[in-house]
């Protein structure tokens, strides 16, 4: 048999979590796991400028034909504005160019493919944690994968350990950075801290790749776009992976891009021809359908304005649980211990909480969290917060 030497691999541990919280019968019970942004009623819903710009899509699409091997022109420019900026000196001289890929996540192994086949030999340097799911891509393209400190053991950033690190890392490796709300941590660097990131990068002759996954989730949609805005700006030569499952609530349609920016145009038609080539072993075009939705809003001024209230409205629910479950911990005398949630940005929180009191919280509250704490902040209900404060007292 040809397939008898096949083992079985764990699955992964967030999918097992969403199988136990739905089979729990308890009413009150709390899914922070899962990372995906809830309403107040616990949905995910289309938003509103989407199922528009679906609508209008559908009334005017004539044609399903490929799309080519970097996707749509008009979605690449007009993503390429949202991260850089309108007013970009990249755009205006065709230092840029987007590709469409299948999600942020196909932004990255196309990038992970891209770096083992362009720039052999350079190695990855990861922050510590970081998203799970960069462990293994930048793993399974080849790449050697190290680490640079961000957050220890005392749940703290710790800037200085990181920049020491990247200060000994070998020049021209490739350093991901999360530009804001990062995962699974939501510590996020200061402009001073991301300034001196910088410094190090340059005097190392390091290849920054951008992670963006969250734009908007943070301080806001332009405010966001601030770090990698002051990278590309400073540097001849950046790669950025940007991701619209978040913002635009397309998780399921794979929409996402790759940015390459470079000191020339005619280096960027080299990468380019590159990328394409690369891409072609992968999924040989793109997904259109979530990209196409993205262009129709973000072309549009009403659309758009409609959709970046809808992006605000997330970002202030999350926001505001995060203060509201840092000021119902305050009468449980636990408002200091765990003030790092109102502080950090995004959908997630390193809580602080050990492995024994997720566990605790699982069995003994139906609160279910990660692993190493991570919560997801926007599966909170607001209107039971006190409760969630009790269980996590309870534990601690
Ligand atoms: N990067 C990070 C840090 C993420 O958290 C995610 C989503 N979980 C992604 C990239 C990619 O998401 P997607 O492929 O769904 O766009």
Redesign the pocket.
């Known amino acids: 048999m040809h397939f008898k030497d096949i083992q079985r691999v764990p699955g992964d541990p967030i999918l097992g979590l969403i199988e136990a919280y739905a089979v729990d019968p308890n009413p009150n019970k709390f899914d922070l796991g899962v990372?995906v942004y809830k309403d107040a009623m616990g949905l995910t819903p289309i938003l509103r400028s989407v199922k528009l710009a679906e609508q209008r899509l559908v009334d005017s699409q004539t044609t399903k034909t490929y799309i080519g091997g970097h996707g749509q022109a008009r979605f690449g420019t007009l993503i390429s504005e949202l991260v850089l900026g309108k007013d970009s000196p990249l755009i205006a001289h065709k230092r840029v160019g987007a590709s469409q890929t299948?999600?942020?996540?196909?932004?990255?192994r196309l990038c992970a493919d891209f770096i083992a086949n362009c720039l052999p030999g350079r190695g990855i340097w990861l922050s510590d944690p970081?998203?799970p799911?960069?462990e293994s891509i930048f793993g399974a393209a080849g790449l050697k994968v190290s680490h640079y400190p961000y957050v220890g053991s005392d749940n703290r950033l710790n800037v200085e350990a990181m920049l020491a690190t990247l200060n000994q890392v070998p020049h021209g490796d490739v350093v991901l950075l999360?530009a804001c709300?990062?995962?699974?941590t939501g510590f996020d660097l200061s402009h001073d801290d991301w300034r001196k990131v910088l410094q190090v990068v340059r005097s190392r002759n390091l290849l920054p790749l951008i992670?963006f996954?969250?734009q908007g989730f943070g301080d806001g949609l332009e405010q966001d776009a601030w770090s990698v805005r002051l990278f590309a700006e400073a540097l001849p030569e950046l790669l950025i992976?940007s991701?619209?499952?978040?913002n635009f609530g397309l998780?399921r349609e794979?929409?996402?891009a790759l940015l390459v920016c470079t000191d020339t145009t005619e280096k960027l038609m080299d990468v380019r021809s590159q990328l394409s080539a690369t891409a072609r072993n992968l999924w040989s075009n793109p997904p259109d359908h979530g990209a196409a939705i993205v262009a129709e809003i973000l072309g549009d001024p009403e659309l758009r304005h409609m959709w970046a209230a809808e992006v605000e409205e997330m970002r202030g629910r999350i926001a505001q649980l995060r203060a509201g479950l840092v000021e119902a911990l305050t009468p449980l005398g636990l408002g200091k211990r765990f003030a790092h949630i109102g502080v950090q940005r995004g959908m997630?929180s390193y809580t602080g909480l050990n492995d024994d009191q997720v566990a605790r919280l699982r069995h003994e509250h139906s609160v279910y969290l990660v692993s190493a704490g991570r919560a997801n902040i926007a599966g909170i209900d607001a209107a039971r917060l006190d409760s969630l404060a009790k269980a996590i007292a309870a534990v601690c």
């Open positions: 990372g299948p999600g942020g996540t196909g932004a990255l970081t998203w799911i960069h999360h709300c990062h995962n699974p992670d996954a969250y992976t991701s619209c499952s978040k998780y794979r929409t996402g997630f």
